[in-house]
């Protein structure tokens, strides 16, 4: 029986048919109890928003990123302004100074 010769690979010793039910009965319920599976699920969440927020560079939560993939693009000199509209009219910002121009008067 293949499980009863991993598991006495695993305690290295001979595994007799108690063993090798009790460890493959302990594998199932593992996998398939349904409060063990409902933890998995929130640790995996909780792991996941955790990260997600530490990735974003527009979440405020990571002052150090260089990252200018997802930086809100702001104008130098407003449209209103400007007789031309071109590339150097245009700056990236973090979202805090952002913030701040939109909030000048």
Not at 52 to 57: G, I, L, R, T, V
Not at 64 to 72: D, E, G, I, Q, T
Not at 84 to 104: D, G, P, S, V, W
């Amino acid at each position: 029986m293949r499980v009863q010769d991993l598991e006495s690979q695993r305690l290295q010793k001979a595994a007799g048919f108690e063993d090798t039910l009790s460890a493959a009965l302990e594998a199932y319920l593992e996998k398939f109890d349904p409060v063990k599976k409902a933890r998995r699920a929130l640790a995996r969440k909780q792991s996941t928003e955790n990260s997600k927020a530490k990735s974003d560079p527009n979440s405020g939560s990571n002052p150090n990123s260089n990252s200018n993939a997802l930086r809100p693009v702001s104008l130098r000199v407003p449209v209103e302004q400007s007789s031309q509209q071109n590339f150097e009219n245009l700056t990236t910002l973090c979202r805090a100074h952002h913030q701040m121009e939109h909030l000048k008067i």
